[in-house]
């Protein structure tokens, strides 16, 4: 896995070696154009430890479709994985992704979410969240952040798990428990980024476990209709027990230039999130 | 024309983005002394820089990859991990 050609203190590279603790053998990666593309090294080699097919954003997870077949038609055993980043999943490929789970295909997409093409410099991207600098919203996002694993839930899915990169055994729990469910298995893993986000590359795992602390990203799995909140998320089913936003605003530089107003409006987004979590979670008891 | 240009496939190999430890520009030094072997700094190295010494348990670092971004000291529970300046 040495020599990445990644920028230091990459989190979707943290993401890619917990990926390989999680899976271990018998995976084919697919990855979608982004920054994991130009990670791997010069081809015809690559730094992953697994073969990888790279496509064009919007066909990953087609191409992965196509190989879990022909892996039955063969009789083998493998496990085609998508890695793909938030732009080739919330904006570019999100039709083809929609159209593979919908045929329930045999296969495991893994979103590593670094809320803004990062590749190209930092553009704004569906899942950038409000208020945040990127190269194109440089007063800000004035939208919220699309909520992909809401919608993946609302796909009937067989399983749908968020995580983040400041809790490996979390993660590598949930990559586990996806391997051996067989269906399309959707897995988002939020990546803070540190050029993108502009905060020191040695604080990428404290950011990503402050993400988590502040309720910004819940941690959950959805499992066959049932919702289960990890025990790293708990504290946010209570208002009271939250850590303030703020704590998780103030280490980054693409929000410095966010008012009062915005924050109101993020807290007031991320009060909602947890509102239609709760609901989902009280209805199935 | 080679064969990957035709099929986009690549092939799992050691260091094919070369061998990065020329970017670093802080050095990170591993107080033995210190070091309780918990592996939070194996776990959380986004270059697979951080060894596993098998014979006590504890950690150093490949300094042929190691890109010097100090995640491993941030996340150090004892500070075991210092970082110095290169040069």
Request: charged letters at 25%; proline letters at 6%; glycine letters at 8%.
């Amino acid at each position: 896995m040495s020599g990445t050609s990644a920028c230091p203190g990459c989190p979707e590279n943290m993401a890619m070696r917990m990926l390989g603790m999680g899976l271990g053998k018998d995976i084919a990666l697919i990855v979608v154009a982004g920054c994991s593309s130009v990670i791997q090294g010069l081809a015809p080699k690559n730094s992953y430890n697994y073969p990888v097919v790279n496509i064009a954003f919007a066909a990953g997870p087609a191409t992965a479709s196509g190989m879990a077949r022909a892996y039955k038609a063969r009789n083998r055993n493998v496990v085609p994985v998508v890695w793909a980043g938030d732009g080739g999943t919330a904006d570019i490929g999100f039709a083809s992704l929609s159209g593979a789970a919908e045929r329930n295909e045999d296969i495991i997409y893994v979103v590593v979410d670094n809320e803004a093409y990062m590749n190209t410099g930092g553009h704004k991207s569906g899942s950038t969240p409000l208020g945040a600098y990127t190269l194109t919203t440089p007063e800000g996002k004035k939208q919220n952040k699309k909520n992909l694993p809401f919608i993946m839930i609302e796909h009937n899915i067989p399983y749908v798990a968020t995580a983040s990169v400041g809790y490996p055994h979390d993660y590598i729990e949930k990559l586990r428990k996806a391997k051996q469910i067989s269906g399309f298995r959707y897995i988002h893993v939020l990546t803070p980024d540190p050029y993108g986000w502009m905060f020191d590359p040695s604080r990428t795992a404290e950011v990503a476990k402050l993400a988590v602390q502040t309720c910004y990203w819940p941690l959950f799995e959805y499992e066959n209709g049932k919702l289960k909140i990890s025990d790293e998320s708990l504290h946010c089913l209570d208002k009271r027990t939250r850590r303030p936003l703020r704590d998780f605003l103030s280490v980054q530089g693409r929000f410095k230039r966010i008012t009062e107003e915005e924050v109101k409006m993020l807290e007031n987004y991320i009060d909602s999130l947890w509102e239609k979590l709760m609901k989902l979670y009280e209805n199935q008891s | 024309m080679l064969k990957y240009q035709y099929y986009p496939i690549t092939v799992p190999d050691r260091g094919a983005g070369g061998k990065t430890g020329n970017w670093r520009v802080v050095r990170p030094l591993v107080n033995k002394s210190k070091c309780i072997g918990c592996k939070a700094c194996f776990m959380f190295c986004p270059e697979d820089t951080i060894k596993i010494d098998e014979s006590d348990g504890k950690v150093y670092v490949d300094y042929d990859y190691c890109k010097g971004c100090g995640v491993c000291s941030n996340v150090c529970p004892v500070k075991a991990i210092e970082m110095v300046s290169e040069a």
